[in-house]
């Protein structure tokens, strides 16, 4: 097995069926207001994005669940210590928290680990559970490891959990630095290109678990060196720096989608990952290296044949 996948197996655990959930009893939405939420995507700037996506989650928020809000870079230029919590945890006042948000002027540092930090403390993670919703588009600034954050706080926690939103985020350290993040912690790391994408990453992270049907077994959304080989209805060629999470998110946002494989790099002869789209209500895995697959909620996993590895 690949060095990769071994990675994989070890750190990935964006399970669909129940890694949804972000709320917890306790959560803090911390937002990016640095300096470079002022560029643009598809015309719009990243920040009044993310006013919209923050609008959009509130209306799908879990009723009971608790909610604070913190931004970084905000207030200062060069200042790593530029980091506020705008609401403390409480009932989701909806007008209130909008409007805190539309308040935001990006300026500053990046300092995404000292702000993690932060929301986990304000949320007394080692005396609750507890949540952070991370929207960041860019590396950490501020002379800190975001992974090694979230592997002390995964150890230190009583149940802490960090989803991570990355915007526009090109493919290398930045992206990495914010997938260790949310797999150190056992929550979920979207990617968001436009503002569309960023509301519905928003609104995945915020909603309660579906139900996990009775004959699907834990890692059925998330299975290495397992290819499900029935009913592709799309293969989409990657780039080698393109990733399974990426094939995972592909299937997530088609509606006719119920599971996905993606083939790494050499398979088949291939010199360039694929990221195989199943259409099928029920599939069957096949054990084979150099994959990784997953299916939705609800969809049925048919079991390789009785002799097979």
């Not at 939405?29 to 509130?58: H, N, P, Q, Y």
Request: contains cysteine; glycine residues 10%.
């Amino acid at each position: 097995m690949s060095q990769f996948f071994r990675c994989i197996s070890l750190a990935c655990t964006l399970g669909l069926a129940g890694a949804a959930n972000a709320a917890g009893d306790q959560a803090m939405l911390v937002l990016d207001a640095s300096g470079s939420m002022w560029g643009t995507v598809a015309g719009t700037s990243k920040i009044e994005a993310a006013r919209k996506a923050v609008d959009s989650m509130l209306d799908t928020w879990p009723a009971g669940t608790e909610l604070g809000v913190m931004a970084y870079g905000h207030r200062r230029k060069g200042d790593c210590d530029d980091i506020e919590v705008l609401r403390a945890p409480g009932a989701v006042e909806a007008g209130a928290l909008r409007s805190l948000v539309a308040g935001l002027s990006p300026k500053g540092m990046t300092p995404i680990s000292a702000a993690v930090r932060k929301a986990a403390d304000t949320l007394r993670f080692t005396e609750h559970k507890a949540s952070v919703i991370l929207v960041s588009d860019g590396e950490e600034t501020c002379n800190a490891d975001p992974c090694a954050l979230g592997t002390e706080l995964e150890k230190l926690g009583v149940d802490f959990t960090a989803h991570v939103v990355g915007f526009d985020l090109p493919a290398g350290k930045a992206r990495e630095q914010l997938q260790c993040l949310a797999q150190a912690t056992g929550g979920r790391y979207l990617e968001a290109r436009d503002a569309g994408d960023l509301a519905a990453a928003l609104k995945q992270v915020a909603a309660a678990p579906a139900p996990e049907p009775a004959d699907l077994k834990s890692g059925d959304a998330w299975m290495v060196d397992v290819n499900l080989f029935l009913g592709s209805y799309r293969v989409v060629d990657f780039t080698t720096q393109q990733t399974a999470e990426e094939c995972q998110a592909l299937c997530l946002a088609e509606a006719a989608c119920k599971g996905w494989t993606y083939e790494g790099t050499g398979t088949y002869f291939v010199n360039h990952p694929r990221c195989h789209l199943k259409g099928e209500s029920a599939v069957q895995k096949k054990y084979e290296e150099n994959m990784v697959s997953g299916v939705k909620p609800g969809v049925r996993i048919i079991l390789p044949e009785e002799g097979e590895p």
